[in-house]
């Protein structure tokens, strides 16, 4: 009996592309094989679910599925000759028997509509099954299901790329996948040949990995483009220096320019983020002024001399 993806993701049919995917991250997280060694119920279950989420996860597949059920998934489905046919075969259960039916005053004619025959020998047949039985057969075998997992790495990793060894539950040996250097929070891999098995004998489908990426403790990304807070002493903000920054390529020397604010960016030019077939992009340092922790009379005095020189009231902006 076919499965109603609906109910095996746990979501009513009008569940909007959100919930059907928080349902189907849940699901995907409490099946997966590594939390379930052993149980093939849940490794059945896993690989059902991934099934459903395939199909109504799939904005197009889930409209022809709504539409006309499992038989929107066979190879070779066409649904404008599906609908055609149904309004056919309802015309003609009201109607005159015969090869034609009536649209709006139009004749159809069968043998156009499926291809010079028509479908099941005879009006009296199952011509929608046989139609669909007939495509599948023209097309050859189908693809088997593509398979879905989110796999969440460092922030190193993302950047420089990784080659990692991952338990598929559509295969008894670990799967070997290389992460590109570059990859980012919600970006895709797939990995072919890693999904479900074809009904009909035809290849595997593929594993399609969601990433997700840790934060890093000193580097935000934006697009290929890195920020670092470094810390500066106040001399260093009034008379200028060159500071040591880390980068993914090893570290750098940064020219703070005198009279550096705090909050600031100084840009350095390719040390971003690097992905094959684009310019990298680069690495904004942003310096952060820091004041001694504890004070001195000698401190205080400066303190005093250089209050003498400052003549810009640095809040006058912060007026409502």
């Keep these: 009996m076919a499965q109603d993806f609906y109910s095996v993701l746990g979501v009513p049919k009008d569940a909007d592309a959100d919930a059907i995917k928080k ?23 896993f690989k059902t679910v991934n099934q459903a989420y395939e199909v109504v996860g799939n904005a197009q ?22 609908r055609a046919y149904k309004q056919w075969q309802q015309r003609a259960g009201n109607g005159p028997r015969g090869g034609a039916g009536g649209f709006g005053g139009a004749t159809v004619n069968l043998e156009d509509l499926f291809g010079g025959q028509v479908p099941g020998g005879n009006v009296g047949g199952d011509p929608f099954a046989d139609l669909f039985g007939r495509a599948s057969r023209r097309r050859g075998p189908i693809k088997g ?25 559509s295969s008894p040996e670990p799967v070997t996948v290389r992460i590109p250097p570059g990859a980012s929070e919600g970006s895709r891999v797939r990995i ?17 990995l969601e990433i997700h990426v840790q934060p890093h403790a000193l580097f935000e990304r934006d697009g290929d483009d890195l920020l670092i807070d470094v810390p500066i002493t106040v001399s260093e903000a009034i008379k ?18 005198p009279g550096t604010q705090s909050g600031s960016k100084l840009r350095v030019r390719g040390k971003g983020v690097a992905r094959k077939g684009k310019e990298p992009g680069d690495l904004y340092v942003r310096p952060m002024i820091q004041v001694p922790a504890s004070t001195s009379p000698e401190l205080s005095k400066i303190a005093d001399e250089i209050a003498k020189l400052e ?10």
């Design 61 to 82: 597949k889930r409209k022809l599925y709504d539409e006309f059920g499992e038989d929107a998934l066979r190879e070779g489905f066409d649904a404008d000759k599906a």
């Design 23 to 45: 349902a189907y991250r849940k699901l995907a997280r409490d099946l997966h094989p590594d939390k379930n060694p052993g149980n093939k119920s849940a490794e059945a279950r």
């Design 145 to 169: 299901q593509d398979y879905e997992q989110e796999l969440t790495i460092d922030f190193d990793s993302a950047v420089r790329g990784t080659t990692l060894q991952l338990r598929n539950a």
């Design 192 to 208: 072919p040949g890693q999904g479900g098995e074809s009904p009909t004998g035809g290849p595997r489908g593929d594993l399609i």
């Design 311 to 320: 003549t810009q009231d640095v809040r006058d902006k912060l007026k409502i």
């Design 240 to 257: 200028g220096a060159r500071v040591r920054v880390p980068t993914f390529d090893g570290p750098v020397q940064v020219k703070v320019p």
